[in-house]
Protein backbone atom coordinates (compact mmCIF):
# COMPACT_ATOMS: atom_id res chain seq x y z
CA UNK A 1 0.00 0.00 0.00
CA UNK A 2 1.17 3.71 -0.52
CA UNK A 3 2.36 5.80 1.87
CA UNK A 4 0.36 8.96 3.91
CA UNK A 5 1.56 11.52 6.27
CA UNK A 6 -0.18 12.81 8.74
CA UNK A 7 0.27 15.42 11.53
CA UNK A 8 1.31 13.11 15.18
CA UNK A 9 -1.40 15.51 16.67
CA UNK A 10 -3.96 17.89 16.94
CA UNK A 11 -6.09 19.88 19.06
CA UNK A 12 -9.15 21.38 18.86
CA UNK A 13 -12.56 22.80 21.06
CA UNK A 14 -15.54 20.34 22.04
CA UNK A 15 -18.57 21.14 19.24
CA UNK A 16 -16.38 23.14 16.54
CA UNK A 17 -15.53 21.17 13.53
CA UNK A 18 -12.13 19.30 13.05
CA UNK A 19 -10.04 18.84 9.80
CA UNK A 20 -8.06 16.00 9.97
CA UNK A 21 -5.73 15.90 6.68
CA UNK A 22 -4.16 13.78 5.31
CA UNK A 23 -0.95 13.56 2.24
CA UNK A 24 -0.70 10.03 -0.11
CA UNK A 25 1.45 11.89 -2.73
CA UNK A 26 1.98 8.13 -4.19
CA UNK A 27 -1.53 7.44 -4.39
CA UNK A 28 -2.22 5.46 -7.14
CA UNK A 29 -5.25 5.28 -9.53
CA UNK A 30 -7.19 2.43 -7.99
CA UNK A 31 -6.09 3.04 -4.24
CA UNK A 32 -9.11 3.72 -1.73
CA UNK A 33 -8.64 6.27 1.11
CA UNK A 34 -9.55 4.72 4.11
CA UNK A 35 -10.17 6.55 7.33
CA UNK A 36 -10.21 4.25 11.00
CA UNK A 37 -9.99 5.80 14.39
CA UNK A 38 -8.99 3.73 17.76
CA UNK A 39 -10.34 5.23 21.06
CA UNK A 40 -8.23 4.57 24.23
CA UNK A 41 -7.90 1.03 25.04
CA UNK A 42 -9.93 0.01 22.30
CA UNK A 43 -9.76 -1.78 19.06
CA UNK A 44 -9.74 0.53 15.89
CA UNK A 45 -12.99 1.30 13.99
CA UNK A 46 -14.00 1.64 10.84
CA UNK A 47 -14.76 5.69 9.93
CA UNK A 48 -15.28 6.47 6.04
CA UNK A 49 -13.84 5.46 2.95
CA UNK A 50 -13.88 7.27 -0.65
CA UNK A 51 -11.93 6.95 -3.92
CA UNK A 52 -12.24 10.40 -6.08
CA UNK A 53 -15.67 12.09 -4.87
CA UNK A 54 -16.51 13.61 -1.24
CA UNK A 55 -18.28 11.23 0.63
CA UNK A 56 -20.75 11.75 3.97
CA UNK A 57 -21.68 9.47 6.54
CA UNK A 58 -23.18 9.63 9.82
CA UNK A 59 -19.81 9.79 11.62
CA UNK A 60 -17.57 12.07 9.25
CA UNK A 61 -17.27 13.93 6.05
CA UNK A 62 -14.12 12.79 3.87
CA UNK A 63 -12.51 15.76 0.65
CA UNK A 64 -10.54 14.38 -1.34
CA UNK A 65 -8.36 16.57 -3.37
CA UNK A 66 -9.03 16.61 -7.39
CA UNK A 67 -5.93 15.47 -7.54
CA UNK A 68 -6.26 12.67 -4.95
CA UNK A 69 -2.77 13.47 -3.30
CA UNK A 70 -4.29 14.67 -0.33
CA UNK A 71 -7.64 13.88 1.33
CA UNK A 72 -9.16 15.85 4.66
CA UNK A 73 -11.86 13.55 7.24
CA UNK A 74 -14.00 16.10 8.87
CA UNK A 75 -15.69 16.08 12.11
CA UNK A 76 -18.53 17.90 11.69
CA UNK A 77 -19.11 18.72 15.67
CA UNK A 78 -16.68 17.19 17.88
CA UNK A 79 -17.43 15.97 21.17
CA UNK A 80 -15.06 14.09 23.74
CA UNK A 81 -15.83 10.85 22.49
CA UNK A 82 -14.26 11.74 19.67
CA UNK A 83 -10.93 12.11 21.07
CA UNK A 84 -8.71 9.43 19.37
CA UNK A 85 -5.53 8.35 16.90
CA UNK A 86 -7.30 8.64 13.28
CA UNK A 87 -5.90 6.67 10.82
CA UNK A 88 -5.57 7.65 7.29
CA UNK A 89 -4.60 4.66 4.68
CA UNK A 90 -4.85 3.77 1.51
CA UNK A 91 -6.10 0.11 -0.20
CA UNK A 92 -5.73 -1.69 -2.81
CA UNK A 93 -5.97 -5.02 -3.97
CA UNK A 94 -2.99 -6.23 -3.14
CA UNK A 95 -1.24 -9.07 -3.28
CA UNK A 96 -3.29 -11.18 -5.57
CA UNK A 97 -6.15 -9.92 -3.75
CA UNK A 98 -6.14 -8.91 -0.28
CA UNK A 99 -3.15 -7.78 2.88
CA UNK A 100 -3.73 -6.01 6.29
CA UNK A 101 -4.20 -2.57 6.51
CA UNK A 102 -0.89 -0.81 6.88
CA UNK A 103 -1.46 1.54 9.34
CA UNK A 104 0.69 4.11 10.39
CA UNK A 105 1.51 6.38 13.33
CA UNK A 106 -1.47 8.15 12.72
CA UNK A 107 -2.69 11.85 14.06
CA UNK A 108 -3.71 11.95 17.76
CA UNK A 109 -6.67 14.04 18.20
CA UNK A 110 -7.30 16.00 21.52
CA UNK A 111 -10.89 17.52 21.89
CA UNK A 112 -10.25 20.50 24.73
CA UNK A 113 -13.66 20.99 26.66
CA UNK B 1 -23.28 -7.56 21.18
CA UNK B 2 -22.51 -9.60 17.56
CA UNK B 3 -19.02 -7.92 17.39
CA UNK B 4 -15.31 -9.48 17.39
CA UNK B 5 -14.44 -11.13 20.57
CA UNK B 6 -11.35 -11.74 22.04
CA UNK B 7 -10.28 -14.04 24.75
CA UNK B 8 -8.56 -13.78 27.10
CA UNK B 9 -8.74 -9.56 27.45
CA UNK B 10 -5.05 -9.28 29.67
CA UNK B 11 -2.74 -12.25 29.65
CA UNK B 12 0.80 -11.81 32.11
CA UNK B 13 3.24 -14.33 31.29
CA UNK B 14 6.78 -15.24 32.48
CA UNK B 15 9.14 -15.37 29.01
CA UNK B 16 9.45 -18.78 28.17
CA UNK B 17 6.09 -19.59 28.26
CA UNK B 18 3.43 -20.38 25.60
CA UNK B 19 0.48 -18.77 25.45
CA UNK B 20 -2.95 -18.67 22.65
CA UNK B 21 -5.20 -16.23 22.36
CA UNK B 22 -8.69 -16.73 20.84
CA UNK B 23 -10.66 -14.95 18.18
CA UNK B 24 -14.03 -15.05 17.38
CA UNK B 25 -15.10 -12.86 14.38
CA UNK B 26 -18.62 -11.18 13.17
CA UNK B 27 -20.76 -14.35 12.41
CA UNK B 28 -20.22 -15.11 8.74
CA UNK B 29 -17.37 -13.19 7.76
CA UNK B 30 -14.90 -15.44 5.93
CA UNK B 31 -12.02 -13.24 6.49
CA UNK B 32 -9.87 -12.74 9.47
CA UNK B 33 -7.12 -10.79 10.64
CA UNK B 34 -4.54 -10.69 12.97
CA UNK B 35 -2.74 -7.24 14.16
CA UNK B 36 -0.05 -6.08 16.62
CA UNK B 37 0.09 -3.43 18.39
CA UNK B 38 3.15 -1.75 20.48
CA UNK B 39 2.87 1.43 22.91
CA UNK B 40 2.41 4.63 20.30
CA UNK B 41 2.60 2.96 17.48
CA UNK B 42 -0.13 1.70 15.13
CA UNK B 43 -1.23 -2.14 14.25
CA UNK B 44 1.20 -4.30 12.65
CA UNK B 45 -0.26 -6.99 9.95
CA UNK B 46 0.58 -9.98 10.94
CA UNK B 47 -1.58 -12.83 9.00
CA UNK B 48 -4.71 -13.44 7.69
CA UNK B 49 -7.42 -16.49 6.44
CA UNK B 50 -9.76 -16.48 4.49
CA UNK B 51 -12.65 -18.82 5.31
CA UNK B 52 -10.07 -21.53 6.92
CA UNK B 53 -7.55 -20.95 4.55
CA UNK B 54 -4.26 -18.59 6.19
CA UNK B 55 -3.57 -16.78 2.68
CA UNK B 56 -1.11 -14.34 3.93
CA UNK B 57 1.50 -13.95 6.70
CA UNK B 58 3.53 -10.96 7.42
CA UNK B 59 7.50 -10.96 8.35
CA UNK B 60 7.29 -10.37 11.77
CA UNK B 61 5.17 -13.46 12.47
CA UNK B 62 8.21 -15.48 13.17
CA UNK B 63 8.08 -19.12 13.72
CA UNK B 64 7.30 -18.86 17.31
CA UNK B 65 4.24 -17.56 16.37
CA UNK B 66 1.18 -19.86 14.70
CA UNK B 67 -2.29 -19.24 13.33
CA UNK B 68 -5.22 -21.32 13.13
CA UNK B 69 -8.65 -21.34 12.25
CA UNK B 70 -10.17 -24.73 11.92
CA UNK B 71 -13.30 -24.52 10.79
CA UNK B 72 -12.91 -21.10 9.24
CA UNK B 73 -15.03 -19.70 12.50
CA UNK B 74 -13.06 -18.81 14.91
CA UNK B 75 -9.41 -18.25 14.95
CA UNK B 76 -6.71 -19.16 17.69
CA UNK B 77 -3.20 -17.04 17.92
CA UNK B 78 -0.14 -19.11 19.92
CA UNK B 79 3.13 -17.52 20.68
CA UNK B 80 5.20 -20.52 21.89
CA UNK B 81 8.17 -19.31 24.24
CA UNK B 82 7.46 -16.00 24.95
CA UNK B 83 10.08 -13.37 24.73
CA UNK B 84 9.78 -9.72 26.29
CA UNK B 85 9.48 -8.43 23.02
CA UNK B 86 6.40 -10.09 22.52
CA UNK B 87 4.61 -8.00 24.58
CA UNK B 88 1.57 -5.92 22.61
CA UNK B 89 -1.90 -5.98 22.28
CA UNK B 90 -2.85 -8.53 19.77
CA UNK B 91 -5.72 -7.21 17.40
CA UNK B 92 -7.98 -9.51 15.54
CA UNK B 93 -10.05 -8.01 13.03
CA UNK B 94 -13.07 -9.58 10.58
CA UNK B 95 -14.35 -8.76 7.11
CA UNK B 96 -16.81 -10.18 4.26
CA UNK B 97 -15.69 -7.48 1.53
CA UNK B 98 -17.02 -7.41 -1.98
CA UNK B 99 -13.37 -5.99 -2.54
CA UNK B 100 -10.08 -6.07 -0.55
CA UNK B 101 -9.72 -1.91 -1.88
CA UNK B 102 -13.65 -0.93 0.05
CA UNK B 103 -13.29 -3.75 2.71
CA UNK B 104 -14.72 -2.25 6.28
CA UNK B 105 -12.41 -4.43 8.87
CA UNK B 106 -14.21 -4.74 12.11
CA UNK B 107 -11.54 -5.10 14.97
CA UNK B 108 -11.94 -6.74 18.73
CA UNK B 109 -11.32 -5.19 21.72
CA UNK B 110 -7.74 -7.10 21.69
CA UNK B 111 -5.94 -9.12 24.14
CA UNK B 112 -2.95 -7.41 26.25
CA UNK B 113 0.24 -9.09 26.68
CA UNK B 114 2.70 -8.55 29.41
CA UNK B 115 5.59 -11.07 29.25
CA UNK B 116 7.44 -10.68 32.42
Known amino acids: DAKTTQPNSMESNEEEPVHLPCNHS???????IHWYRQLPSQGPEYVIH???SNVNNRMASLAIAEDRKSSTLILHRATLRDAAVYYC??????????????FGKGTHLIIQP | DTGVSQDPRHKITKRGQNVTFRCDPI?????LYWYRQTLGQGPEFLTY????????KSRLLSDRFSAERPKGSFSTLEIQRTEQGDSAMYLC??????????????FGPGTRLLVL
Open chain 2, 93 to 106: ASSFPKSSREETQY
Open chain 1, 26 to 32: TISGTDY
Open chain 1, 89 to 102: ILRDEGKGGADGLT
Open chain 2, 27 to 31: SEHNR
Open chain 1, 50 to 52: GLT
Open chain 2, 49 to 56: FQNEAQLE
